[in-house]
């Protein structure tokens, strides 16, 4: 009988403790899923004001909001895991672990798919790395700096045609054009290489949320109950 009675308090406890972390666990997971979002959201901002060619100041502006929310990132992603580790190490995690078997199999369960989760936050400041680095290769300035070589090689397209009878030196002109010709076609290529780059930061994102999911529905599994 008191070892009956032992086993209920006992679950009384390991319920009402995991109950506790199971909430916390899936708040820092919403937390961390709005943030991918926003992360997509400015990368596909990023490429609409390349299409549109915005302005200079316009184009600063999104570059220094990008750069914002990157350091915003980093630090919700540092404070996010001293929470997790603030909840491995409290008395709260020593309690479950100290409890019957059933709640030692929850607690050792839970700390691995943090720790998947402290992997996947990793994943993501990398991600967001490389997209500042993106960003940085890829500014406005340098894509004005490139757009006003395009033109200037239209200029001389376009003198090239009309005055082609004042032409002195056909030789010369030709080894220009030429020159000027392989820019724009490495233009291209940079373009399709940035074009390759944030295809491959999406596909990662895509990655992440699918491990999130995974690890929500297992957090699901060892929900207690009622």
Known sequence: MATRSSYQEARKNMNYIT???VITVKNKRNLLLQQKYEIITHIAR?????????????NQRIVDSVSQQIESYKAMIQ???????????????ASISETQEESKIYH?????LKMIKGDIESEIESAQKH????????SP??????EKD???LRNVVRKREKDVHHLEFPDEGNEILQKKKEKLEQEKKQRK????????VRNSIKAENRKINRINKKLAKFKPKD
């Open 108 to 112: 050792l369960e839970l700390v691995r």
């Open 131 to 138: 997209l500042a680095e993106l960003v940085s290769d890829y």
């Open 46 to 58: 990023y490429e609409d004001s390349k299409c549109h060619k915005k302005s200079d100041a316009q």
């Open 19 to 21: 109950s506790e972390d």
């Open 79 to 93: 404070e996010k895991k001293d929470q997790i580790n603030e909840l491995v190490n409290s008395e709260t995690a």
């Open 150 to 152: 395009l033109e200037e």
């Open 141 to 146: 300035r340098s894509l004005w700096i490139r």
């Open 193 to 200: 290489e940035l074009m390759k780059k944030i295809k491959e």
